[in-house]
């Protein structure tokens, strides 16, 4: 797959221009899926994906101007036949991923089936926001944070700090983000200091661009790669 990685969204012109260019096409050309499901697991999850669907939430994403714009809703998956949801996600131009609990949305990428399919997908876009970023990636930074959020006696805990691994590197999103104490420079390098692979640390303004394995960032704003 080709894939755009952002902390926030399509937040700028320069983040903008490159999912232009992985598209090889305008946005108002372009078919698009978007996911919500990462962002059940909190508080008011329902709320936050119907306004990020409806184009309310401050993250751009769904509200690009897209030709057409679809809802993959992943936890349904498992209870559709696959003929007639994988042809709409192998037609789409892009697979838009939102943020919200990394754990849960790993889980449910695997449950449903489109964490197979994924690598398949050599021509569709994936577009990230914060979770559905770090989901592609071989680490989950938020785990500790998430196991808050999983029910009495399921399995979801198991294997919490691990990611789908689709790219060799992970991702850290917000960086140095005023509400977010746990995105300051210092303590990522803590957590990066025990991952063996690198970590890019990103703020809401720049993006990871990767084509066949080719990593490129984007930015209008900070962001470091900590090497192991």
Not at 96 to 109: F, I, Q, S
Not at 189 to 203: E, F, H, M
Request: proline share 7%; charged share 20%.
């Amino acid at each position: 797959m080709k894939f755009l990685l952002t902390s926030s969204g399509i937040g700028n012109p320069s983040i903008s221009d490159a999912l232009v260019d992985l598209l090889g096409k305008p946005i108002a050309e372009s078919t698009a899926l978007f996911i919500p499901t990462g962002v059940y697991p909190f508080p008011g999850g329902s709320e936050r994906a119907w306004k990020a669907i409806h184009g309310q939430a401050s993250i751009p994403l769904c509200q690009l101007g897209w030709k057409s714009l679809g809802i993959l809703e992943l936890t349904a998956l498992p209870t559709i036949r696959e003929e007639n949801w994988v042809p709409a996600v192998r037609e789409a131009d892009a697979l838009l991923v939102w943020g919200g609990d990394v754990l849960y949305l790993t889980y449910w990428l695997r449950q449903s089936g489109l964490a197979d399919l994924l690598p398949s997908l050599s021509d569709t876009v994936y577009v990230g926001v914060s979770a559905g970023s770090i989901a592609v990636t071989p680490y989950n930074c938020d785990a500790e944070f998430n196991l808050g959020f999983v029910p009495d006696g399921s399995d979801m805990a198991q294997g919490a700090d691990r990611a789908l691994g689709l790219v060799d590197f992970t991702l850290y999103p917000h960086l140095n983000h005023p509400d977010m104490e746990d995105t300051e420079l210092s303590n990522i390098q803590k957590w990066a200091s025990g991952i063996p692979v690198p970590t890019y640390a990103i703020d809401d303004n720049t993006a990871i661009k990767v084509v066949d394995g080719a990593v490129e960032v984007i930015s209008e704003g900070d962001w470091k790669l900590i090497n192991p």
